[in-house]
Structures are given as C-alpha cells and as structure tokens.
C-alpha cells in the first residue's frame, strides 16, 4: 500500500481531512486545487464516469474551501461581491453565484451557502477569494467578518446517492430540495448537508465542520454505500463536460465576462443595490460581447484524455476561438468540447477546424449540455 508520504510537495500544500481514507481506498494521484491536494486519478477515468451514473461516487472535495461571512452587514457585504440578484435568498437556500471584478471580468464561480441571516459559506471554485473579499471588506465601511472555517466537503454523486444519505440519515433527508442545505449530525459528526455537486447527477455535498472526523466520516459513509455500489471516485472530467458545466481557469478567467458565457441569468445590473462591476456589465450588456462560450463536436479518433492546452480554433485560415475544454465521451460516442470561439462564427452547426497536438480535426458548433440538457436529472428525484 502506498504511504501519504509518497505524495508531497511540501508542507506548503494542505492535506484534507479525507487525504489518508483516499490513499488507503485506492487514490494513485492528486492535483493541487486552492492551495490544497485533491484526488484525481483512482484508476480509470472512464469506470470513474460508468460508477458515477450507474451507482454512485464519493469524493473528497475538500479542496473547495469556504469563505465565511457573519456580522450585522453579512448580507448586504456579500450581495456586493455578486451580480446576482440575492434579495429572495432565503435561509437554508444555495445558490450559483459569478463574483466579478471591477471589469465585470469572473474571479470565481461559487456556491453561496445561506446558513442565517447574517451568515454565509461561499464555496469555491480555484481562486483565492478569501483574500480578495477580505480585501475588499477593509474599505467598505460595513460591519463583517471574513474568514476561512474548519469545513471540509466531499461530495457524494450518482442515482445511487438519495439511498446512501437515506442509509446514512433516515428517510427524512428525502425531503431535502435541489439547492437547499440543513443542518445534521451523524453520529455525533457536525455537517451542513446541500443538495449540490458538480456531476450533473442526483447528489449532495456533505461539508465536515470538524476536521478531525474526516477519516471517520469517510469510512462511515462507504460502509453505508457498499450495498449500493459506491465507489471512491473524483469528480468527472467526462460528466461535467456533458453536462456543460465550468471548471474556472479552464472555461473562464479573470477576462471572462458573464454575458460571453450565456449567463445572462447570474447577472441583474439593474437591481438598486451596487455591487463590484456594476457599471462594466451595464457597459458590456448594451455593447455585446464578440465571444461566445459554445458547445462542439470533434471528428476524429477518440481522445485518450482531456485536452491540457488551449487548441487553436479555426475558420478559413483565420484562428478565431480556442478549444478550452475536450473529452471523449464514451456514452454519446464522440469527442465533445467547450469552447470560446467568434460570435459571429458560434451559430450551432458552424464548421471550424481544430489544431489539437495530434493533429488538425474538424469540428461543429453543437447544442450544450450535451446530454440531459434541461437538468433534469440532478433536479428530479
């Protein structure tokens, strides 16, 4: 059995509270993900994608760090970081937020967390928020705190997951709605349980608030899954291209605009409240954007993996976009890819040509998500 020894760059990279359960079940190799270690490879990236829509995965996410935000301006202090509309966000709600610059340029791409009134967890993508909305907090002239909690999620993912969480909690957490966090123990172990993730399936996320259960915690939860076929997974380059959803560095940056992306919906520039990038996106909404984020397919043999550089996009000799994520999907039986290409070149059924490292391929501007496109599958249920 390999030892956690054998991974390591150091003390600067955190280790998870899982970052031990994995090893022994099986992680062969780690990213670095928010200053943090997370599991990428468990063996086949495919049998990964098969586990998670025929059964279910657990994965230590851990690396997806919160900011917590309390103090009596909490709510007005967060809506300030987003243009997101957050007025209606009740208590025990989640919700997908962009955090923007003064550009209107995409610093992260989080799940906010309404824990009370003045409270909040945003969960994050790969971007050092912490920093920047403490930052911002030091000229704002309202009343909050902003730290980095002892919580540690991990996200359990597939059709398979309700039964594992009813197994685990009773019949009781059926009632939890999509996008809706409560408040639980298990056996003793404090959680936030959302019903979350980044697979496009059913699934919940399950945030530890004390680091010194996560071996614990780990092993209970796939005691619970065996009958079920859980397996230890990591989340799915495979599913989360199919189902179309971003990974920030990858997909969108820092001169990423909401409107390039077609999320026009995280965006209300006209509610009263200010937030930072208000004007920029005001700017950019009545100009246009001269991108678009679209959705292709790839004509050529199967990739063996996803793409680790941007592939040039071309049309008639000219580059105009660039591939930015590419996978083979082994259910839909094609090569399939997001991308960042010329607006007047992102009309599904466009024809562009692709330099990939193994060569030129052709390509077309497809529909995305490129499976389940109205999400019913992580809604239903």
């Not at 967060?78 to 243009?83: A, C, G, R, V, Y």
């Not at 209606?88 to 550009?103: E, R």
């Not at 994050?124 to 902003?146: K, M, P, R, T």
């Not at 993730?197 to 259960?213: C, H």
Request: one cysteine or more; glycine letters at 8%.
């Amino acid at each position: 059995m390999e030892k956690q020894d054998d991974f390591g760059f150091g003390t600067q990279i955190r280790k998870s509270p899982y970052f031990d359960a994995t090893v022994r079940w099986g992680a062969k190799g780690f990213s670095v993900y928010n200053h943090m270690y997370i599991p990428r490879d468990f063996g086949s990236p495919e049998q990964n994608f098969w586990n998670l829509v025929n059964d279910a995965i657990l994965c230590d996410v851990a690396a997806e760090r919160q900011v917590e935000i309390t103090g009596p301006d909490a709510a007005k202090f967060t809506q300030s970081l987003t243009p997101r509309d957050l007025s209606k966000m009740a208590v025990g709600q989640c919700k997908y937020i962009l955090i923007t610059n003064a550009d209107g340029g995409i610093l992260n791409d989080p799940i906010l967390l309404r824990l009370a009134d003045n409270h909040f967890w945003i969960s994050l993508a790969d971007s050092d928020i912490l920093l920047w909305a403490q930052g911002v907090a030091v000229h704002s002239e309202l009343d909050v705190s902003i730290r980095e909690p002892d919580v540690s999620p991990m996200q359990l993912q597939g059709p398979k997951s309700g039964e594992v969480m009813k197994e685990l909690f009773g019949e009781s957490i059926m009632d939890l709605r999509y996008y809706w966090l409560r408040e639980v123990e298990l056996d003793g172990i404090p959680l936030i349980v959302s019903r979350t993730g980044w697979s496009s399936e059913l699934g919940y996320e399950l945030y530890l608030r004390d680091g010194a259960r996560g071996d614990e915690l780990w092993e209970k939860i796939m005691a619970a899954g065996a009958p079920f076929g859980l397996k230890p997974g990591h989340t799915s380059t495979i599913r989360r291209i199919e189902g179309a959803m971003l990974s920030y560095h990858a997909d969108a940056d820092i001169h990423t605009n909401p409107y390039e992306l077609g999320m026009d919906r995280l965006v209300n520039p006209d509610m009263d409240v200010d937030f930072i990038g208000k004007a920029a996106l005001q700017r950019i909404r009545g100009n246009g954007v001269s991108r678009k984020h679209v959705g292709l397919r790839i004509d050529m043999p199967p990739l063996k993996g996803p793409n680790t550089t941007f592939w040039p996009l071309g049309k008639d000799g000219e580059t105009v976009g660039k591939v930015t994520s590419a996978v083979y999907s082994p259910r839909l039986e094609q090569n399939i890819a997001l991308a960042m290409v010329a607006t007047e070149h992102a009309d599904i059924g466009t024809e562009l040509q692709i330099q990939t490292v193994s060569g030129p391929a052709q390509a077309v501007v497809v529909e995305k998500p490129f499976y389940d496109p109205k999400k019913k599958i992580a809604t239903s249920a």
